[in-house]
C-alpha cells in the first residue's frame, strides 16, 4: 500500500479537519444548541485547538482531530494517546489533558472531544471500553489503568478522574462517512446538501482559517452558511432514534431516544429483541409519542427521521408522526438522498400476489413485500402454530421485488398509497380483528406507509427473528 508523504498527510488530515468545523458550524445555527461562539484553530484552545465551540451558561467544547492517511488499518488505543511525538514532544493525552487544566476552573463547564478516523481498538481497557451513550471511560477503566494515567500525566488520580470524566472519545468516521453526514445535517439547516454544496462548505471553514478569523459569533456564521440556502425552503427539526447502535455524531438531532443498552446483543447485527418484549409498547412506542408531542407543541410538522433501528421502528415512528397527526412532512434518508412524505408522486402500482388460507381466528397476516418477497418466511412462521389467522396476504410492487425497485422518492410515495388502499380494501372486504403486519421494504418506504396508517384495524407488527421463518412480536399500533 503506497503512503502518502508527510505534507500529503497534511493536506489530508486539514480536509477531515475543515470538514468536521463545517459541519459544527451548520450545527452550532441550530437554536437547540445553545451555541454564541465558533472557533476554528483557535489559539486560546492550546492543543485541542481544531474546532471549538462555546455555548450559554460559560460551557466550552475543545475538539481535536487527529488523522491517519491509513486510518482504516491503524486502531486507536491507550499506547496511541501515550506515544510521544516524534519531536520527543507531549504525546496526544498528555496535550489534552494540559488544555483541561488550563481551561477548567472558575465554573467553567467544559468537554474535550477527540475526533478520529482510526477505528477504536477492541483490547486495550481504555477507548475499547467507551461508554457508548456519552463517550467517556471514567465508569469503566481499571484502577491499574487509571494508575498508568497518574504516572504518564504525572498528577494526582484526582485530577485523572476529573480529566476522563471530561474527555469524550468521539465514533470514528472514514472522511466518506463524514460528508455523508454533512449532508444531512445541511438539509436539516434548509441548506443545499449535494456533493458540490459540501465542498463549498469545507472551503469556507479552509478560508477562516487562511484569512485568520479564529473565533465567529453564531449570528456571523448564520450569514456565512446562508450562500447554500436552499430557495423556498426552511429548515426541518429532526429525530434521532438510537435503537441498535448509535449514530456517530448526534448533536443536530432536536430530541434524541438512545434504546441501544436495552436489546440484548452486543453489537448492531443481533439486536432484534429488547431484553424486556414489554418495552416495545411500554417504553419505546411512548417515548416516540412523547417526542411527537413535544415537537408538535414547538408548532414543528416537518420533521427528519434518522437513527439506527429495524422497520417496526421506522414504521411505528411514522404513525406516531402522521398525516393524521398534524404532521405535515416527513422524511428520511436513503442512499444520500432524502425520501420525503410530501411532493409529486410517480405512478408505481402494487398488487395482492400471495394469498393463502388457514380459516383458524378472525385475524389477517399481511406481508408487505419490496425488498424481498417475505411469504416463505411468514408461512413457516405461522405454520408454527403460534399465530392464529383466517388468512396470509402478500402485496407487492407489480413489477416485482427488489432492493433496487424504487428509483426516486416520487415512486415511494405512490407505492404508500397504493399499498395503504390495497389494506384497506382488504380490511373491508374480510373485516379482521386485528392485522399482523411483516415488512420487507427499505426502511425510508416503511416510515412513509406509517405516516398513512390511518383507518386500520388493530395492528401488530413483528420483529425478524433472523433466522429463517423467525419472528417475534413487536410494536401494536391500537388504530
Known amino acids: 500500500m503506497n503512503s502518502l508523504s508527510s505534507s500529503g498527510a497534511r493536506i489530508s488530515g486539514d480536509d477531515y479537519q475543515h470538514l468536521l468545523g463545517w459541519v459544527c458550524a451548520v450545527e452550532s445555527c441550530f437554536p437547540h444548541n445553545n451555541v454564541t461562539h465558533l472557533g476554528i484553530e ?84 481504555f477507548i475499547s471500553v467507551r461508554d457508548g451513550k456519552n463517550g467517556t471511560v471514567i465508569s469503566r477503566i481499571s484502577n ?8 504518564h500525566l504525572k498528577t494526582t488520580e484526582e485530577k485523572v478522574e476529573g480529566f476522563l470524566g471530561d474527555l469524550v472519545f468521539g465514533n470514528w468516521q472514514l472522511y466518506d462517512e463524514l460528508r455523508k453526514y454533512a449532508s444531512i445535517c445541511m438539509y436539516c439547516a434548509g441548506l443545499r446538501y449535494d ?17 485568520g478569523k479564529r473565533k465567529l459569533a453564531v449570528s456571523k456564521l448564520r450569514k456565512e452558511v446562508e450562500v447554500l440556502k436552499r430557495p423556498d425552503d426552511i429548515p426541518h427539526k ?44 411500554d417504553k419505546f412506542r411512548q417515548e416516540i409519542q412523547q417526542a411527537a408531542k413535544l415537537l408538535k407543541s414547538s408548532k414543528d410538522n416537518r420533521i427528519l427521521i434518522r437513527g439506527l433501528m429495524r422497520l417496526p421502528t421506522w414504521f411505528t415512528t411514522g404513525v406516531e408522526f402522521g398525516k393524521t397527526a398534524g404532521f405535515e412532512e416527513v422524511v428520511s434518508f436513503q442512499g444520500g438522498e432524502p425520501w420525503s412524505s410530501k411532493g409529486a408522486q410517480i405512478n408505481f402500482p402494487v398488487k395482492v400476489v400471495k394469498e393463502k388460507n388457514f380459516s383458524n381466528g378472525s385475524d389477517i397476516a399481511i406481508g408487505i413485500s419490496a425488498s424481498v418477497d417475505l411469504s416463505d418466511d411468514v408461512l413457516s412462521y405461522i405454520n408454527t402454530g403460534v399465530l392464529e389467522v383466517n388468512k396470509y396476504i402478500c402485496i407487492t410492487p407489480k413489477a416485482g421485488v427488489g432492493n433496487t425497485i424504487f428509483k426516486s422518492d416520487k415512486e415511494v ?10 389494506v384497506r380494501a382488504i380490511s373491508r372486504k374480510y373485516n379482521p380483528t386485528q392485522v399482523h403486519l ?19 384495524p388493530k395492528t401488530q407488527l413483528y420483529e425478524d427473528g433472523g433466522a429463517v421463518g423467525l419472528y417475534t412480536p413487536s410494536f401494536f399500533i391500537p388504530n
Open 238 to 281: 429532526s429525530l434521532l432514534i438510537q435503537a441498535i447502535d448509535r449514530y456517530p455524531v448526534p448533536e443536530t438531532a432536536t430530541f434524541t431516544l438512545d434504546w441501544v443498552e436495552l436489546f440484548d446483543g452486543d453489537e448492531p447485527r443481533v439486536r432484534r429483541k429488547p431484553k424486556d418484549s414489554g418495552m416495545w409498547n
Open 144 to 151: 491499574a489503568v487509571k494508575k498508568d494515567l497518574v504516572d
Open 42 to 125: 483557535d489559539p486560546r484552545a492550546g492543543n485541542a485547538d481544531d474546532v471549538t465551540i462555546y455555548r450559554n451558561g460559560n460551557s466550552k467544547e475543545f475538539i481535536q482531530v487527529k488523522f491517519s492517511v491509513d486510518g482504516h488499518n491503524k486502531l486507536a488505543d491507550i499506547q496511541w494517546l501515550k506515544k510521544l511525538s516524534r519531536s520527543g514532544g507531549a504525546s496526544i493525552i498528555q496535550g489534552l489533558f494540559a488544555v483541561w487544566e488550563e481551561q477548567s476552573g472558575n465554573d467553567c463547564k467544559i468537554k474535550i472531544k477527540l475526533y478520529t478516523n482510526r477505528p477504536a481498538s477492541g483490547v486495550d481497557g
Open 413 to 422: 410515495r405512490d407505492w404508500a398509497y397504493n399499498t395503504r388502499d390495497i
Open 438 to 456: 411483516f415488512l420487507a421494504v427499505p426502511s425510508g418506504a416503511a416510515l412513509l406507509l406509517g405516516h398513512l396508517w390511518d383507518r386500520m
Open 195 to 211: 456533493d458540490e454544496a459540501v465542498n463549498i462548505g469545507e472551503s469556507i471553514v479552509r478560508k477562516w482559517v487562511t484569512n
